[in-house]
């Protein structure tokens, strides 16, 4: 069984940034593609971005040239930097690896 556990989100200003982590644990048989969602309240949860295990990224087109994903996998360990961040972005970011979801954490854009 595999745990995932998000960190790195709070309440930052417009403009500002941050860099949310995924740690994951337990039975990792093989490197699986790790994706980060999100979910605003009274919306749909959405693909932000994803990254295969060979490091071959994928983007939402809004998101593109503000968020940067990456993965350190000899940390197991997956990242989501986002950079000038607004307002629209606040909602609960989700790591999702291997069928398993985290429990999410919250960004908050607001000044």
């Known amino acids: 069984q595999v745990q995932l556990v998000e960190s790195g989100g709070g309440l930052v200003q417009p403009g500002g940034s941050l860099r949310l982590s995924c740690a994951v644990s337990g039975s990792i048989v093989s490197i699986n593609t790790m994706g980060w969602y999100r979910q605003a309240p009274g919306k749909q949860r959405e693909l932000v971005a994803s990254?295969?295990?060979?490091?071959?990224?994928m983007y939402a087109d809004s998101l593109k040239g503000r968020f940067t994903i990456s993965r350190d996998n000899a940390k197991n360990t997956g990242y989501l930097q986002m950079n000038k961040l607004k307002p629209d972005d606040t909602a609960v970011y989700y790591c999702?690896?291997?069928?398993?979801w985290g429990k999410g954490t919250l960004v908050t854009v607001s000044s």
């Open positions: 990254i295969t295990s060979g490091g071959t990224t």
């Open positions: 999702h690896y291997a069928n398993t």
